[in-house]
């Protein structure tokens, strides 16, 4: 048990679906991240939530969507998706003040055909 | 710009045998520094991490990090290595900046053990 719940841990969906994921985290953390992991490159940051106001987005295509309706929820809505989008999305949280890691999730496995 | 290099893709050792990761940053400030682990089909689960203080570091399952300044490098450690340490293993460099944790990962090293 992380303190980091994502679902579903799986997903396979047509590029004219709409789905979402979403991750609740359990610590009393006021900052959460998306994260996309691909084969054979670095993880990369998507999103950042900071006290639920988006932070950061890292040139990310509208076909994803974030929202983080409390400081526990944050969900990445997915629409109109291309095969190139599969890969592992991982969402993380940490504490803004002070010095502190991230914890992250068991992730997404997303698969798009 | 921030970036960490892991220089080694996979690493294979035999069971008991010594290991070291590899691991260079490039930041203009002092940087905190993490090493992650991430098993098949899981997330990632945090090792170690400096952020001062004393260089050498130590983490859970029995790992250790050293930060070296004039290097740039942050290795992971371990002094005899267990089958359950197959894995993949993720340094990263975090910037705390606009209050949140920004972390810039390496591409991952993968490591096997050989019985």
């Known amino acids: 048990e992380t303190g980091v719940t994502q679902t579903p841990r799986h997903l396979v969906m047509g590029m004219t679906n709409k789905k979402s994921l979403k991750c609740e985290q359990h610590?009393?953390?006021?900052?959460m991240y998306w994260y996309k992991q691909s084969a054979k490159k670095p993880l990369e940051l998507m999103f950042v939530?900071?006290?639920?106001?988006?932070?950061e987005n890292n040139s990310v295509p509208s076909r994803f969507s974030p929202e983080c309706p409390n400081s526990s929820h944050l969900f990445l809505h997915l629409h109109t998706l291309q095969p190139e989008d599969s890969a592992l999305y991982l969402c993380?949280?940490?504490?803004?003040?002070?010095?502190?890691?991230?914890?992250f999730g068991q992730g997404t496995r997303l698969t798009v055909v | 710009a921030q970036s960490v290099t892991q220089p080694d893709i996979h690493i294979t050792v035999s069971e008991g045998a010594s290991l070291e990761l590899r691991c260079n940053y490039s930041?203009?400030?002092?940087?905190?520094l993490f090493w992650y682990v991430q098993s098949p089909g899981q997330g990632l689960q945090l090792l170690l991490k400096?952020?001062?203080?004393?260089?050498l570091v130590q983490g859970i399952k029995g790992f250790e990090a050293e930060f070296k300044r004039s290097q740039s490098s942050f290795n992971l450690r371990k002094p005899s290595v267990h089958w359950s340490d197959a894995a993949e293993y993720f340094c990263?460099?975090?910037?705390?900046?606009?209050?949140?944790?920004?972390?810039?990962f390496g591409a991952g090293t993968r490591l096997a053990v050989h019985p």
């Open positions: 993380a949280s940490s504490q803004v003040e002070g010095n502190t890691e991230a914890f």
């Open positions: 610590l009393g953390h006021n900052a």
């Open positions: 939530y900071n006290f639920k106001e988006q932070t």
């Open positions: 930041y203009g400030a002092t940087p905190y």
């Open positions: 400096y952020f001062s203080g004393d260089t």
């Open positions: 990263a460099v975090g910037q705390i900046s606009g209050g949140y944790n920004k972390l810039i």
